[in-house]
């Protein structure tokens, strides 16, 4: 039976930033996820690390703060995963907040921030909006104001070096891996039973602390304890559509808007030479975010705002490339306004709260914020064991390679190698300075500098490295969390399962 000081129930971005820094503190720690990393409501985000302009809305000045400072710290340790944008919000003579509130709003949320790494907010009068987006309605329109956040694009591949990292440091992360049941003895959580899915096998570990980090699944986790826990989540769902670019109709940049229909800020991002459009924000009332689905409804609504904003690229519904859902994991509440849900995190002590020892419920939690939350939460879990305070580490900005020298670098060596460099600055993207490790393995076997398929830039090098580095364990890990292929193309599957085939990859499916 494996012992450990800490489980962690749960891979999405905010147990992974728990366990890593759990581990780093010298903490022994079981990480397990049902699925794979990342690949509940992480992958179904908007992919920003945002500074949250419009919490301001609702008076929680702390949580912007929080979101700045966290912004700017993972903006510089991770140059080749997040990178900073500029964003226009278009002002028009209907718009639900008058102009002069949007920039009463956006001055308190430079005070806040005061980042030199971000450009300081502006106000743009008609004619340089125009010039900004040429393609968007002008009906009604009055100008527009600029403001920088932070793009994601990739939050599954943070997830996969937040694995690694936790690993290096000792710990265990075990993916495809459900919590069959929580064991208790004389009141208190001791362990946990898991059930491996691939495989099937079974097995007991004990765990002086669990911390259930489920998202959505946090009550679908404590539904299995003898005790009844109160329901800890009220999440809302969102959904987001992928759309072609449309470079003579639609946007060049990225947008934040209101909703002409519910006046609900949405936002239109350039991501991975597309766009993604979203979100919706409506209150899940069901038992299981599993049995979500993306809503008719929503498809339309998304695709009509869109058209409203760029009338002249005339989005259908058979434009849509990808749809993703997800439940943000807020706390349980009384507001009947959705966007009213406070964003704030919360670290439930069951023991405290309920009489059931052993276990505590992160409840709330998002992208910008995960390294805070688990730093409070490894403190807190320190305080609870009784060790001895240990300082994390997380936030410490070390030296990082500026990133046009990183793939200056990897073009170099791609050119050496005799592979196409044109495609260095996406390696980069999916493996920051490791994308030369990537490299070293056809520096080793220059077989596996071959790409998948005829119309794919991926190298057969990368299911290698994805499948013994990553902890890929599915084809679908490979394809959708580790080579960030959205579609994936029937080729590029078929090269992935060829590779694994050929290889003796120890990947399922």
Known sequence: MGRYDLLVIGGGINGLGVASDAAARGLSVLIVEKNDWGGGTTSASSRLIHGGLRYLQYGEIDL??????????????????????????????????????????????????????????????????????????????????????????????????????????GGVARNHTRVTGLREENGRVVGATLLDELTGETEEVEAAQTINAGGPWVDVVNRSLKRPIPKMIGGTWGTHLVLPARPGAGPRGSLYANARKDGRPFFILPWDERLLVGTTDVKFEGQSPDELKVQDWEIQYLLDETNTLFPGAAYAPSDIEVTTIGIRPLPASGEKSAGAITRRHFLVDHGEKHGVAGIASIVGGKLTTYR????????????????????SSTGVVGE?????????????????????PAHAARLVALYGPVARDVLKRVARDPSLGRPLGPNTPHLEAQVAHAASVEFARTVEDVVHRRLMLFPPTEEAVAGVRRVIAERGLKVAG
């Open 400 to 420: 990082v390679t500026p990133l046009p020298d990183q793939v200056a670098a990897v073009r170099a060596e791609m050119q050496t190698l005799g592979l196409d």
């Open 372 to 391: 805070s939350l688990a730093e409070e939460v490894v403190d807190w879990t320190l305080r609870t064991l009784g060790r001895p305070p240990v300082p």
């Open 64 to 169: 912007v703060r929080e979101s700045l400072r966290e912004r700017g710290i993972l903006a510089r340790q991770r140059p080749h995963l997040i990178h900073p944008i500029s964003l226009l919000i278009p002002t028009y003579r209907s718009a639900p907040l008058p102009k002069w509130m949007v920039g009463t709003g956006l001055l308190m949320y430079d005070v806040l921030a005061r980042d030199p790494m971000f450009p300081r907010p502006a106000v743009l009068g008609l004619t340089r909006t125009i010039e900004r987006e040429p393609y968007l309605n002008r009906d009604g329109l009055t100008g527009g104001f600029t403001y920088p956040d932070a793009q994601i694009e990739f939050p599954e591949r943070i997830c996969v070096e937040m694995v690694q990292e936790t690993v290096a440091a």
